[in-house]
T-cell receptor, first 115, second 109 residues
């Protein structure tokens, strides 16, 4: 089965610029997650979708971050404007549903550097 | 108190050694638990789930102590290929996973 696809793999932008990341989950997976992983830290949940609805976005900095999953399949995460502290790896994951015992499958991530 | 706390590491052990990592969590209502492995500049990958009765997968053994709110991972007969960062993961509710900061393991010849 194909894994979680993410693009781009790397992105370097200047502060105050905008950037967008794309994720395509495993086929048939209803639940999609975006995580931010800063160097030396564990991944932190930004937003969780169930189909095309938001389940949890409590840790998403909504003044600059936005995400959508319009047709319940692929998703985009946008940062506008970027700050230096947004430098991190942005990981997308998916699971079949929102049950208690699913382990995540992560994509390869997008490594963002803000200069 | 952090939601998920792990041994800070790094752990540097010789091949063949046995090494154990501990992890504590703050939410007593957490339902499920996992260990993930993350290689340098790669995404985390599921290593194993952690069951209440404890479980084993080859050289890896995971234990859960709900009363004390900690989980552990034991690696026996360490291999060079076990060198990685090990992330403790706690499912708070409805697949909202909280990750620890990770413990770095280096296995040396």
């Amino acid at each position: 089965e194909a894994g979680v696809a993410q693009s781009p793999r790397y992105k370097i932008i200047e502060k105050r610029q905008s950037v967008a990341f794309w994720c395509n989950p495993i086929s048939g997976h209803a639940t999609l997650y975006w995580y931010q992983q800063i160097l030396g830290q564990g991944p932190k949940l930004l937003i969780q979708f169930q189909n095309n609805g938001v389940v949890d976005d409590s840790q998403l900095p909504k003044d600059r971050f936005s995400a959508e999953r319009l047709k319940g399949v692929d998703s985009t995460l946008k940062i506008q404007p970027a700050k230096l502290e947004d430098s991190a790896v942005y990981l997308c994951a998916s699971t079949p549903g929102a049950g208690q015992n699913y382990g995540y499958t992560f994509g390869s991530g997008t490594r963002l550097t803000v200069v | 108190r952090k939601e998920v706390e792990q041994d800070p590491g790094p752990f540097n052990v010789p091949e063949g050694a046995t090494v154990a990592f501990n992890c504590t969590y703050s939410n007593g209502a957490s339902q499920s638990f996992f260990w993930y492995r993350q290689d340098c500049r790669k995404e985390p990958k599921l290593l194993m789930s952690v069951y209440s009765s404890g479980n084993e997968d080859g050289r890896f053994t995971a234990q859960l102590n709900r009363a004390s709110q900690y989980i552990s991972l034991l690696i026996r007969d360490s291999k060079l290929s076990d060198s990685a960062t090990y992330l403790c993961v706690v499912n708070i509710y409805n697949n909202d996973m909280r990750f620890g900061a990770g413990t770095r393991l280096t296995v040396k010849p």
